[in-house]
């Protein structure tokens, strides 16, 4: 009889050595002039508009970037293929992925994230605060404990753009800094949540 394993990210291994060895995240270097910025799209209600409005206060913030392409997703519960994360790394100096505001793609788009980090792109990704725990244990069995999210509140698929807007421009530094700075170096802050 052959041995099953099944793989819960919700509920991690507690043998120490059990899963994969630490990574460290991609070093954070000086942007050069003609940057790309790539949104990953995970399909979600509003995750679209969220990471077009994010590009937009990024790119006031860091100039070098002069383009921005999207790659959405067929669905949220999808992770970005090692040939297309290789692709997009190659022409890529940022990326940032979301919109988490569930489990199954808070989980994916944080591991879209932490796939561009391994390969030496600095990456975020953005979800919405009942999955923070989730994302934080789901990091760790990828190999990265202690990786860093943007948070927003939730629901944001319902909000009016306008409010859209203001959360976006409430995270768009610490978004910045996550791409910018030395991982661990940035504290999160929780814009707008009750």
């Known amino acids: 009889m052959s041995l099953i394993t ?9 043998i120490p050595g059990s899963g994969p060895a630490p990574h460290p995240a991609a070093v954070r270097t000086p942007i050069p002039d003609g940057s790309v910025l790539t949104l990953i799209d995970n399909g979600k209600s509003h995750a679209k508009i969220v990471l077009e409005m994010v590009a937009e206060q990024v790119m006031k913030r860091i100039p070098q970037i002069t383009t921005v392409e999207i790659l959405s997703k067929t669905s949220a519960g999808l992770i970005v293929t090692d040939a297309q994360a290789r692709d997009i790394a190659s022409r890529s100096a ?9 489990g199954a793609c808070s989980s994916c788009s944080t591991l879209d994230a ?17 999955f923070v725990g989730l994302v934080e244990r789901f990091a760790k069995k990828a190999g990265m404990p202690g990786y ?3 948070v927003l509140p939730h629901p944001m698929a319902t909000r009016p753009d306008a409010e859209v807007r203001a959360l976006v421009a409430g995270i768009a530094d610490e978004v910045v800094a996550h791409l910018t700075a030395p991982v661990g170096a940035v504290e999160r802050t929780l814009v707008g949540v009750l």
């Not at 099944?6 to 507690?14: G, H, Q, S, T």
């Not at 940022?94 to 569930?102: A, E, K, Q």
């Not at 030496?120 to 953005?126: D, K, L, M, S, W």
């Open 148 to 150: 860093h999210t943007v």
């Open 114 to 130: 932490i796939a561009f980090e391994k390969l030496g792109i600095p990456a975020t990704v953005i979800i919405t605060d009942p």
């Open 94 to 102: 940022l990326v940032i992925t979301g919109l988490g505001d569930c």
């Open 6 to 14: 099944v793989l819960r990210p919700d509920k991690p291994a507690e």
